[in-house]
């Protein structure tokens, strides 16, 4: 008697299955009340969703932001809560153009006419405003406000060109909201 297994026919190797793609997360109901009472720091957005290519942003914000200006985008502003005013310095120079040297956005001039006139609109609850690209700008909440912005993603909330940053502004491209979307 023999202890010899038979000889087992070899298998064919069987062909590695592909890694399957991550599964986007699917997209769910953003309570912005929620959302916002999920962070206490002013004047630092956070990302709720996104659209395409554009982040949507929610900031709790109060006293001045900075003149700064965002050179190859729009910037949107929605007031949820509060009132928001922004003071703006509207240039007939091309979006982007240059000023003398040394000079940073809070000198802005116009070549044409000397120092850039200003302007500020008053934005109450419910208000929206679009600040054109190339437009200098700062917002401000004397009183305290909750706002939404549209922007392109990895947009900075400074701008391209500003003034410096004190320590109450967050110079950030956003934040994630770290609780969930519909809580």
């Known amino acids: 008697m023999s ?10 190797e069987q062909p590695e299955q592909p890694e399957q793609p991550e599964q986007p997360e699917k997209p769910a109901p953003v309570d912005l009340a929620a959302a916002l009472a999920s962070f206490d720091a002013l004047w630092s957005p ?10 949507v942003r929610v900031a709790k914000v109060e006293g ?4 700064h200006v965002h050179d190859d985008t729009d910037e949107f502003f929605l007031v949820l ?3 928001l005013f922004i003071s703006l310095r509207e240039s ?22 000397g120092p850039v006139p200003e302007r500020t609109v008053r934005l109450p609850r419910g208000a929206v405003f679009t600040v054109p690209r190339g437009t200098e700008h700062r917002p401000y909440a004397p009183t305290g406000a909750a706002i939404l912005l ?21 110079a950030t491209t956003g934040h994630t909201l770290t609780t969930a979307p519909n809580n």
């Open 64 to 67: 001045e932001h900075i003149w």
């Open 81 to 83: 809560d509060g009132e």
């Open 150 to 170: 549209f922007e392109p993603t990895g947009t900075s909330s400074v701008g391209d060109r500003h003034d410096d940053v004190p320590t109450h502004v967050d």
């Open 92 to 113: 007939t120079e091309p979006a982007g153009a240059s000023r003398g040297p040394g000079e940073p956005p809070g000198a802005t001039r116009d070549s044409a006419q």
């Open 46 to 55: 956070h990302i709720v969703t996104r659209v395409n290519d554009y982040d």
């Open 3 to 12: 202890t010899e297994q038979p000889e087992q026919p070899e298998q064919p």
